[in-house]
């Protein structure tokens, strides 16, 4: 196995990762719920956005890492990036831009938006962020998620670390505890579940602080 | 139009998105200075001042934007007075 930064011929990974990694461990594709359209529809707005190149964000190909298996195909991967590099949440810019190229499903999505909103939290300035943690299935239970995140930790260089996880995706959760991110704060809406926007209502900020 | 005028037109958008009508604009004014500036509160004043000066910003204006001063830069440019 062979641990890199990504690639373009991996954006197909890619999108799977941002895709799978939003269902948490679930059915609902938040995306979908929230704006109403396919995923299919979805797979390309993703890519639209990483043509823009924006950084500091999580969907920036030069934020991403990647596990290769033995043949060169991509079995897991994540996005790494640094929060508030340039004063700039990244939540704010990932808004920004699904707002641009989701103008007219915007405007009609907004009370559902402002339910998910409810149990955002807000991102530490400075910290290392994790974020769209995903392993194939075929390759699961052979630790290459627990090496990359050990690989992009000592490769950044900075001494704290955060992923944000729905609280239902028990295993992810486990895994993170298990490498020493402890849980920083919960924010919870039921609503969320009830109206079927995510596959839990309760969200987690993990924390590892290290040398 | 200058940039005193856009200041004192922002006025009554920042203050009905923010619901704060005592909210001072100024051209350092950013998110982390004002409750309830968070992406969907900004994206709804972003709207509000596109229809106000009928100007359309590009994405990257948008990411670009770190304070007030540079939206009215952007809206100064863009209605060729800058």
Redesign the interface.
């Known amino acids: 196995m062979n641990i890199k930064k990504a690639e373009p011929k991996h954006l197909d990974f890619i999108v799977d990762c941002i895709i799978e990694s939003e269902k948490s461990g679930g059915s609902v594709f938040p995306y979908s719920a929230a704006f109403g359209i396919e995923i299919v529809d979805f797979r390309q707005i993703i890519r639209d956005i990483f043509d823009e190149e924006i950084p500091d964000q999580p969907w920036c190909l030069d934020h991403w890492y990647i596990v290769e298996n033995e043949l060169g195909n991509a079995v897991a991967g994540l996005s790494a990036w640094i929060e508030g590099l340039n004063g700039t949440s990244s939540d704010m810019l990932k808004a920004q831009m699904l707002n641009f190229f989701l103008k007219q499903e915007w405007e009609s999505s907004k009370e559902k938006l402002e339910v998910l909103a409810s149990i955002s939290i807000p991102r530490n300035n400075g910290f290392l962020q994790l974020e769209h943690l995903y392993t194939h299935a075929n390759f699961r239970g052979q630790g290459l998620m627990k090496s990359l995140i050990v690989d992009v930790i000592q490769n950044h260089n900075n001494p704290n670390a955060e992923i944000q996880v729905l609280e239902s995706n028990k295993n992810a959760v486990s895994l993170y505890e298990y490498m020493g991110f402890s849980v920083n704060e919960r924010q919870c809406n039921e609503a969320i579940e009830r109206l079927s926007l995510l596959s839990g209502s309760c969200k987690l900020q993990l924390i590892k602080h290290h040398g | 139009m200058d940039r005193d005028q856009i200041t004192q037109e922002l006025q009554p958008i920042f203050a009905k998105i923010f619901r704060n009508p005592e909210i001072q604009i100024t051209d350092s004014l950013?998110?982390e200075q004002v409750a309830g500036w968070?992406?969907?509160t900004?994206?709804s004043m972003?709207a509000d001042v596109e229809s106000h000066y009928g100007v359309k910003f590009k994405?990257?204006e948008?990411?670009g934007m770190?304070n007030v001063g540079d939206m009215i830069d952007l809206i100064l440019a863009k209605k060729g007075a800058a």
């Open positions: 950013n998110a968070d992406s969907l900004h994206l972003i994405l990257k948008l990411i770190k």
